[in-house]
């Protein structure tokens, strides 16, 4: 059967949900002005998004990751959370659970790194200063989860060592610095020496965005499976549902008799198996789905 775009039916569901995760992409981003990874938004300079967001590309050529993931970081400092962003913010929060069963829990899951989610819940709590924790929990659970790690991260090289911080500092170190504004580089894109590149302040080594790129294992898989195994209701946001682990949690949920809600500015891969399905700017969706 094809999903369902009955909004008031997906509010009713979401009212008798009890374990409801969110899977969150890109897309989620996009009106905060962060580049997607695939489709238009995949470019930069000359290069595929993707030939960068491995630990070969970075090991090849740390001067031209180092450039991308400054750009990154760049873009995101000056980036503000979007009116998705704070819709789930708010649905997080204990005090707006009204409309959904008070022993409901809900977590974000999201692939993104750019830290809008972390800081649209932060800018919600101060504007709100309540008690986050849901009410009558066996277990707590946590309300975000950032799977593929997070930009400001930046982590040592050395097996040894793997020291890793949390560091806004911008930029990150003075021969990026100016970089962010180069186009079109190609051929004669900068190449920064590795000893001028951001290195580990306790051993030295060359330092690495705290990122999951391909082949490498994403952050807190354990409790999200837990999670994923006990979700009744599944809402996939903004991404092409296209890398794994994360693509498959919404046919895991309904593996397990559980709902799924896509929210997507258009088609995107296994769509047609979702109960709902809200094609359109999750900007505009997502504050009304949640609000
Ligand atoms: C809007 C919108 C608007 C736009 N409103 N919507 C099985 C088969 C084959 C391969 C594999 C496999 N299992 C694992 C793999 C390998 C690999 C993989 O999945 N490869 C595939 C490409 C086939 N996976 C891995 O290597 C992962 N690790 C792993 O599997 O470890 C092994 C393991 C697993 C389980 C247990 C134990 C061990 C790691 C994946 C790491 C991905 N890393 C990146 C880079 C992160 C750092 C960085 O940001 O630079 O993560 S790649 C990139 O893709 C990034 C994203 O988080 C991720 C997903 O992309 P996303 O978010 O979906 O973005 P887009 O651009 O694809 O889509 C945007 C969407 O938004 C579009 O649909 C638009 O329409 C939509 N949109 N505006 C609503 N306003
Ligand atoms: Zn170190």
Redesign the pocket.
Known sequence: MAPSQDMNAFQELLRSSKNIIAVA???LS??SGIP????A??MWRKYDA?SL?TPEGFYENPSLVWQFYHY?RETAIRANPNKAHRALSAFSLASFRDHIAPEATFTLIT???DGLSPRSDQEIREKYPIDPSPPDQSRPRPTLIEM??RLFDVVCTDRKCRHREFNTTSPICEALSGTEELVEQGANDPEIDIAALPRCPKCGSLARPG????????HR?RLIDELVDEADLCLV???????????SYADDVEANGGKVAV????R?EGDSDAHYRFLG???ETIPTALG
Do not use: D, K
Request: hydrophobic share 40%; proline share 6%.
């Open positions: 992409g890109a897309g996009a009106a997607t990874f695939r489709g938004g995949g993707m967001a990154r692939q993104n790194v593929h790690g990122v999951v790129w391909f082949g490498e294992t994403p898989l946001i903004g991404t092409s549902s296209t890398v794994q682990p994360a693509a929210f997507n500015l258009e995107s700017p999750c900007e």
